[in-house]
Structures are given as structure tokens and as C-alpha cells.
């Protein structure tokens, strides 16, 4: 079994500034979608597909971007305290690729996006970000170092330093949960292939269809992407992965917020009115997006809670001052103690 690593201090601090850089870059397109908007509800709208009066401004934004600043914020926050922070580096940096990979190809079509007036500014954001995910991948695979030992036979162990597994009923209840999203996703995915054929799929994962804003991944890139990830972090988790805590936590809290998105579409097309008598497909799709607001949800509260804490008891029953471990005191003490 190798030694316990944990990140050195200028990898978190340098992980940490590319993480807030991220959420900051994908603020910037919040922000300034939210000034063209008459009202800020109206911009949520527009994330979720709801054609509205008054909303025929250029939409460079996506619901995606929203996910990608709260991830990369959180990580920002944390791991320049936390040495076992290389899991959430990589969920943040996994998830900045899956956004804005595609817009990288996708704008250099001058044809295509060449009527956008901050198309090198779109387009310079989006190599910043695959950059900056892929600097945070980096960080967590070679910004690390073994956990020091001590003097005197003695270890200093710290929740901090080691990254804790999730716990059994939280593996379990994540693998479930997260595994069933990514099938059900996938599901829907190979669906819409037999539904329009490959041609027309392709240029969902492509790019080459009809896009939601300036800066939103294909439909079929994002989803199937999205998919690995919950599968990926599904098999940790049963595995109970040390890193699958922050993979599955990253996961489902994109599910959740598109599983929210689809929810509010679906009451403001009046699904839900005569939703049982409505058609099949009907009926899939709206139970589909609950079904995401409920696994995202529940995945994301035992992922955070589920935690496993070390057992004192392991080290001797000794509680020693200041967290370091040694051998305990002798059960039979010498002559003159």
C-alpha cells in the first residue's frame, strides 16, 4: 500500500486561484446577461427554454455556467485550507472542460459566429477556462507529496490530511442514485439517436446545431458527458474512493440544478395540468427531470454528511494533546512511575 499523499501548500493556494478565476470568468457572463435583461427571472428563463416577449437579446450565458461558478467557488474556498483537496481540483477541472471545451472549436467558425461582436472575447474565455480546468488537473496529479512522519514513532494524523471515504449507507445510496441518473440519461440520449437519425444526432454533440446561448455546449456533448461523470463517480463510491465524495457531490449538483430547470419548464408549458393523461412521452420527460431534482438532492446531502471519521480507537485508546498519536502509556507500569 503506497503512503498517504495530501497537496503541498503551493498547489492548493495555486488551485485555489485557478478555481476562483473560473467562477469568476463565468460570473462576468452572468452578469452581463443579467444588465440586457429587463427583469433578473427573465435571464433563468431563457437558461431553461422558455421563449418569452422581450427576450430577443443575444444569450451568451447558459444554465451550465451557473453550476460551473458555484463548483469552482466552493473549491476555491476550500482547498487552499484543505490539504486533501486533489479530489475536488479534479471535479472542478473536469467540469470546466465539459462546459467550455466545445466552444473552443465551435467559435473559431467566423462564418457561423462572425455577426457576435465579442466573439474574441467568447472566444478568449473559453481557452482561458479549458486552460485554466486543465492546470487544475495537473495540480491535483503532481502537486502532492507524502504525509510527513514525525518524530518519535509517532504520525500526525489530521481529518484535513487524510481525505475521508464516504461512509457505507452514503456509497451505497450515491452509487444507486448517481448510477440511475447516468442510465437514465444515457437512456433519453440514445432515444433522440433512433428519434432523428445519426445524421442529425451528430450535430448535437458536434456543435453544429442550433445552439441555447453563445457559450452553451452541445445538448448531446453536455449530456453524455454529464453521464460519465455520474457513472465514474458511481463506481467510486461503491468503491468508496476517497476522491468519490467530491466527484459525485460535483455531479449531482449539476443534475440538480438542470433537474430544477426542467421542472420549471415543465410548470410553464402546464405540464403538470392533465399530466396523467398526457402522452407517454410526455409523462417520461417530466418524470425525468423530478427524478434528477431528487437524486442530485438526496446524492448531495449523504455525500456532505456521509463522511467517515477516524476511530480513535485505532491508535490505542490514548487521546493524546495537540493530534499526535503515539503508542499508549504501558498497561502495566514499571517499578517507581
Given at each position: 500500500m503506497g503512503q498517504p499523499q495530501i497537496l503541498t501548500r503551493g498547489a492548493r493556494i495555486t488551485g485555489s486561484v485557478a478555481a476562483a478565476l473560473i467562477a469568476l470568468i463565468s460570473a462576468g457572463w452572468i452578469v452581463r446577461d443579467l444588465t440586457e435583461t429587463e427583469k433578473p427571472n427573465l435571464l433563468w428563463w431563457r437558461w431553461v427554454g422558455v421563449p418569452l416577449d422581450g427576450g430577443g437579446f443575444i444569450l451568451y450565458s447558459c444554465l451550465l455556467d451557473l453550476g460551473l461558478f458555484l463548483v469552482c467557488a466552493a473549491v476555491a474556498v476550500t482547498a487552499v485550507r484543505s490539504p486533501s483537496a486533489a479530489?475536488?481540483?479534479?471535479?472542478?477541472?473536469?467540469?470546466?472542460?465539459?462546459?467550455?471545451?466545445?466552444?473552443?472549436?465551435i467559435l473559431l467558425d467566423k462564418e457561423r459566429f462572425g455577426i457576435?461582436?465579442?466573439?474574441?472575447?467568447?472566444?478568449?474565455?473559453?481557452?482561458?477556462?479549458?486552460?485554466?480546468?486543465l492546470i487544475l488537473l495537473l495540480l491535483a496529479a503532481f502537486g502532492r507529496r507524502p504525509v510527513v512522519e514525525s518524530a518519535g514513532y509517532s504520525y500526525t494524523f489530521d481529518d484535513?490530511?487524510?481525505?475521508?471515504?464516504?461512509?457505507?449507507g452514503a456509497a451505497a445510496t450515491a452509487f444507486i442514485f448517481l448510477g440511475a441518473v447516468a442510465a437514465v440519461a444515457g437512456a433519453w440520449?440514445?432515444?433522440?439517436?433512433?428519434?432523428?437519425?445519426?445524421?442529425?444526432?451528430?450535430e448535437l454533440i458536434t456543435g453544429?446545431?442550433?445552439?441555447?446561448?453563445?457559450?452553451a455546449p452541445p445538448t448531446g456533448w453536455l449530456v453524455w458527458s454529464l453521464a460519465l461523470l455520474a457513472l465514474v463517480a458511481a463506481i467510486a463510491?461503491?468503491?468508496?474512493?476517497?476522491?468519490?465524495?467530491?466527484?459525485?457531490?460535483?455531479?449531482?449538483?449539476?443534475?440538480?440544478?438542470?433537474?430544477?430547470?426542467?421542472?420549471?419548464?415543465?410548470?410553464?408549458?402546464?405540464?403538470?395540468?392533465?399530466?396523467?393523461?398526457a402522452e407517454l412521452l410526455v409523462?417520461?420527460?417530466?418524470?425525468?427531470?423530478?427524478?434528477?431534482?431528487?437524486?442530485?438532492a438526496v446524492c448531495l446531502l449523504v455525500l456532505f454528511r456521509?463522511?467517515?471519521?477516524?476511530?480513535?480507537?485505532?491508535?490505542?485508546?490514548?487521546?493524546?494533546?495537540?493530534?499526535?498519536?503515539?503508542?499508549?502509556?504501558?498497561s502495566t507500569l514499571p517499578p517507581g512511575w
Open positions: 479530489s475536488g481540483l479534479v471535479a472542478a477541472g473536469l467540469l470546466a472542460l465539459i462546459a467550455r471545451a466545445p466552444s473552443v472549436w457576435l461582436d465579442l466573439r474574441v472575447r467568447l472566444l478568449a474565455s473559453a481557452i482561458a477556462t479549458v486552460g485554466l480546468g484535513e490530511e487524510q481525505p475521508p471515504r464516504p461512509t457505507n440520449q440514445v432515444h433522440n439517436a433512433m428519434d432523428l437519425g445519426w445524421r442529425r444526432y451528430r453544429e446545431s442550433l445552439l441555447s446561448s453563445a457559450l463510491a461503491l468503491n468508496r474512493a476517497t476522491f468519490s465524495r467530491a466527484l459525485g457531490m460535483t455531479a449531482a449538483a449539476v443534475f440538480l440544478l438542470y433537474g430544477a430547470g426542467g421542472v420549471t419548464w415543465a410548470v410553464k408549458a402546464d405540464r403538470f395540468s392533465g399530466l396523467m393523461d409523462q417520461l420527460e417530466v418524470l425525468t427531470q423530478l427524478f434528477y431534482v431528487l437524486a442530485g456521509g463522511r467517515e471519521r477516524r476511530d480513535e480507537r485505532e491508535y490505542g485508546d490514548w487521546d493524546p494533546a495537540g493530534g499526535v498519536y503515539g503508542p499508549p502509556p504501558p
